[in-house]
């Protein structure tokens, strides 16, 4: 079968190539799933950079979620079907076929279009356990930046769904434009002067309890300006590539605590009756249409490296994604 592999860590638009590969077999409890899309995510791309908190051996297959078409049954498996359609996630899955546990396939009604489904069980799922973890309710405010990426489109229509008011935070003015075709409201650009009174205005001075940060650098100082007394900023990502910036004013006069969130730390502490209840309540957003996720362009595996260079590139309407 055929496969994108690298067999150096390096640039993804470098390293990456297309290869020949055995098709796996499934093996009792497992599924073997033929591959329909799957989206570049930040993490897939550092690991191939090797400068993520995984580094698999040598050579590799990337890609990490994806949908596909359930194509062979291991013994033992019951509760699915040859040609149903799933979402699934695992290592390696940039391959035609992919062996996978079967209680990571997920079945998708024909309401969740592939284009949602592939990205369903990654960062969606990331956003359920950090809006758990937020630990806020109804009439509460919270701010994020990256508000236009996979975990923030969610995070906004999951804690609408909740009745949690959230900002959202964009780098460029048209990105809140970007936000409000997809319906999510309270967005901010941070490329204009004075963006933070128009959060206040937002909130009508409401106090913000939480503040989410994907940006790193200056961007976490600036954030955590908007945050009221006893506030908490949790640090989810480093997409600028730089340190924490924090100011003493921001930490000490706040009274103000920061930590981490990694969703592979915290998977592991979902039972498996809450990870049904949250895989359940994401397909219900997106069945309803209060989940969008966009694919802005899907590359075949021949042009992989030309995909992760366009992942890169700021100002998309969506993912970028690998199709066989």
């Known amino acids: 079968m055929r496969a994108v592999i690298y067999e150096r860590f390096g640039n993804p638009a470098e390293v990456l190539h297309l290869g020949e590969m055995d098709r796996p077999e499934p093996g009792p409890g497992q599924v073997r799933i033929r591959l329909i899309l799957s989206p570049i995510h930040n993490h897939d791309l550092s690991t191939i950079a090797g400068t993520y908190g995984y580094k698999p051996p040598l050579p590799a297959v990337p890609g990490t979620e994806a949908l596909g078409v359930v194509d062979a049954?291991?013994?033992?498996?019951?509760?699915?079907?040859?040609?149903?359609?799933?979402?699934?996630?695992?290592?390696?899955?940039?391959?035609?076929?992919?062996?996978?546990?079967?209680?990571?396939?997920?079945?998708?009604?024909?309401?969740?279009?592939?284009?949602?489904?592939?990205?369903?069980?990654?960062?969606?799922?990331?956003?359920?356990?950090?809006?758990?973890?937020?630990?806020?309710?109804?009439?509460?405010?919270?701010?994020?930046?990256?508000?236009?990426?996979?975990?923030?489109?969610?995070?906004?229509g999951l804690a609408r769904a909740r009745g949690v008011n959230v900002v959202n935070l964009v780098r460029r003015d048209a990105g809140v434009a970007e936000l409000e075709a997809l319906g999510i409201a309270n967005g901010v650009s941070t490329e204009s002067e004075g963006w933070q009174e128009r959060v206040k205005a937002i909130t009508g001075g409401a106090p913000i309890v939480r503040a989410v940060d994907s940006v790193a650098g200056e961007a976490a100082d600036q954030i955590m300006s908007t945050l009221a007394e006893g506030g908490v900023l949790v640090s989810f990502g480093a997409m600028s590539g730089k340190p924490l910036v924090i100011s003493p004013a921001n930490l000490l006069f706040k009274q103000a605590t920061v930590r981490g969130f990694w969703g592979q730390k915290r998977a592991p502490l979902l039972t498996p009756e809450r990870r049904v209840e949250m895989v359940g309540e994401l397909i219900a957003l997106a069945a309803s249409g209060g989940l969008q996720l966009p694919i802005a362009q899907a590359f075949d595996f021949e042009h992989a490296g030309e995909a992760a260079a366009a992942s890169a590139v700021p100002g998309r309407p969506g993912k970028i994604a690998i199709k066989p």
């Not at 997920?106 to 309401?111: E, I, K, N, R």
Request: charged letters at 15%; one cysteine or more; aromatic letters at 4%.
């Open 73 to 156: 049954l291991g013994e033992g498996v019951s509760h699915l079907a040859v040609g149903q359609r799933v979402a699934f996630n695992g290592l390696g899955l940039w391959a035609e076929y992919a062996v996978v546990d079967a209680q990571r396939a997920v079945p998708l009604p024909d309401s969740v279009s592939d284009e949602i489904g592939c990205q369903l069980l990654s960062m969606p799922m990331s956003a359920v356990m950090l809006l758990d973890d937020l630990d806020v309710g109804p009439g509460d405010w919270i701010i994020q930046n990256t508000a236009n990426g996979a975990v923030g489109k969610t995070l906004a």
